[in-house]
């Protein structure tokens, strides 16, 4: 499905997962795996420099590989045989030692960890992006008032800077946890035939510590053949951000309706177009990020089953892994890579905001008049009494305004100025710039921090 790649995985992790990246992470693994036996006397060093000179991916036949998958039941077996039979041709004794005490899935699974570890680097970049993108938009409207909507209907004002600012929030968790589980995730599959090196005597946890500071990878406790928690915790990282990428895609999509149009996506040549209707301007980036978002729950739940794995090495839960995990991912990334673009050159219209205020003729602002008069009649009482004014409002095609200017116990207890300021919108905004301030001076502290340590 390449045609659709530049749509919907446009990210640059795309190429973590191509069949060349896939190959040169298990070589990857052999060539490291010779040099660290080397460096423990388990194998000659000479035979470890002719393996690791042939681990380059274009040396290897792929289409060969992938017809060869179908009989061996994974890809590392061919892979394995034409790797031994390379080095042969350039070193028969060297060839003895290619793949000296490892599994398949060794070389698979480590192979992957390496993909990963690319993928959640490039992540990591766009989502600093994104995050800044965040920060300028949201510097740029912290006040720009309009209509917070429940249930999809009008509830009370809002800022922009705040709607914006709950993303962000979520955001800089997610960056958060990425930070924290990049050591525990990225973790070397080293255990042999049944996950106990046998074959390397009693020099596999030694080997273990070795190849893991070479591949600068996590030095795993023990194998983690059938054991694949740290593999959902990428998944499930890269779900979760996906749903907060698609909530913020679906309220924008909202926003740019017709009927709305607070906001729109950014404008370039064809972008948004309709094949027949010419004044049509779709969101498209928001259909991009909405389309990850319901893939890939069902992506994850996959891999969730796949966990049930039997003994010592899995059947058919490790294989459900190969093509889903990576799929979740450049799905994940691609939607992330969209939304950076979408927020950076988000168009913001603040007069439509102001004029969607005004749609309910003042029933918005009923909550404000309500808790004013409250503290003088309680809460309840007058919560009800301001009920039967909006209701009499929308009855009669009045402003809530006018109705209730002309209510005795409303004006017994408020200025006609006073009744004004309660229905501005503007002044009902309670903790919106606090909460919006909070986020952005901890997206400021927490960026200047990331960079101190890169």
Request: glycine share 8%.
């Given at each position: 499905m390449e045609l659709l790649t530049p749509l919907l995985r446009s990210s640059a992790v795309s190429a973590c997962f191509s069949d060349a990246a896939t190959l040169q992470g298990m070589l990857d693994f052999e060539a490291a795996l010779a040099t660290a036996q080397a460096g423990l006397g388990i194998i000659p060093r000479e035979a470890a420099q002719q393996i690791a000179a042939v681990c380059h991916h274009p040396a290897f036949d792929a289409a060969d590989l992938a017809?060869?998958?179908?009989?061996?039941?994974?890809?590392?077996?061919?892979?394995?045989?034409?790797?031994?039979?390379?080095?042969?041709?350039?070193?028969?004794?060297?060839?003895?030692?290619?793949?000296?005490?490892?599994?398949s899935q060794d070389a698979l699974d480590t192979g992957l960890v390496l993909q990963l570890r690319h993928a959640l680097a490039l992540t990591h970049s766009d989502l600093e992006r994104l995050i800044a993108a965040l920060v300028q938009q949201i510097t740029r409207h912290q006040d720009c008032v309009l209509v917070g909507r429940t249930w999809m209907q009008h509830a009370l004002p809002t800022t922009l800077g705040l709607k914006l600012a709950g993303t962000?929030?979520?955001?800089?968790?997610?960056?958060?946890?990425?930070?924290?589980?990049?050591?525990?995730?990225?973790?070397?599959?080293?255990g042999g035939a049944a996950g106990t090196l046998a074959s390397l005597g009693e020099r596999g946890a030694e080997l273990v510590t070795?190849?893991?500071?070479?591949?600068?990878?996590?030095?795993?406790?023990?194998?983690?053949?059938?054991?694949?928690?740290?593999?959902?915790?990428?998944?499930?990282?890269?779900?979760?951000?996906?749903?907060?990428?698609?909530?913020?895609?679906?309220?924008?999509?909202?926003?740019?309706?017709?009927?709305?149009?607070?906001?729109?996506?950014?404008?370039a040549a064809g972008r948004g177009g309709s094949s027949t209707m010419p004044h049509k301007r779709n969101p498209v980036a928001c259909a991009v990020i909405?389309?990850?978002?319901?893939?890939?729950?069902?992506?994850?739940?996959?891999?969730?089953?796949?966990?049930?794995?039997?003994?010592?090495?899995?059947?058919?839960?490790?294989?459900?892994?190969?093509e889903s995990l990576p799929e979740l991912v450049m799905l994940a990334?691609?939607?992330?890579?969209?939304?950076?673009?979408?927020?950076?050159?988000?168009?913001?219209?603040?007069?439509?905001?102001?004029h969607n205020l005004k749609l309910t003729d003042g029933l918005i602002m009923a909550e404000a008049v309500t808790m004013a008069l409250g503290e003088a009649i309680g809460r309840q009482p007058a919560h009800q009494h301001i009920e039967k004014q909006c209701h009499q409002a929308l009855a009669q095609g009045?402003?809530?305004?006018?109705?209730?200017?002309?209510?005795?116990?409303?004006?017994?207890?408020?200025?006609?100025?006073?009744?004004?300021?309660?229905?501005?919108?503007?002044?009902?905004?309670g903790s919106a710039r606090h909460f919006t301030q909070q986020v952005l001076q901890r997206a400021t502290a927490s960026t200047s921090e990331n960079h101190r340590h890169e």
């Open positions: 017809q060869a998958a179908a009989q061996a039941g994974n890809l590392a077996i061919p892979l394995v045989k034409q790797l031994t039979a390379r080095v042969a041709q350039q070193d028969a004794q060297a060839a003895r030692f290619v793949h000296w005490g490892a599994t962000l929030d979520a955001l800089l968790r997610y960056r958060q946890r990425l930070d924290e589980m990049r050591p525990r995730v990225l973790a070397l599959q080293l070795a190849l893991a500071a070479g591949l600068q990878l996590t030095a795993a406790q023990t194998p983690w053949h059938s054991q694949r928690d740290r593999l959902l915790e990428i998944a499930g990282w890269y779900a979760g951000l996906t749903g907060t990428l698609g909530k913020l895609a679906r309220d924008i999509s909202l926003l740019t309706q017709t009927e709305v149009a607070e906001v729109a996506e950014p404008t909405l389309s990850a978002a319901n893939r890939v729950p069902a992506l994850v739940g996959g891999l969730y089953a796949a966990m049930v794995q039997e003994h010592e090495r899995g059947l058919g839960g490790w294989h459900a892994e190969w990334a691609g939607a992330l890579h969209t939304t950076g673009d979408l927020v950076a050159g988000l168009q913001v219209f603040p007069q439509r905001m102001q009045l402003t809530l305004h006018e109705v209730l200017l002309d209510d005795p116990l409303v004006m017994a207890h408020f200025t006609a100025q006073r009744l004004n300021e309660l229905l501005d919108p503007q002044r009902y905004l």
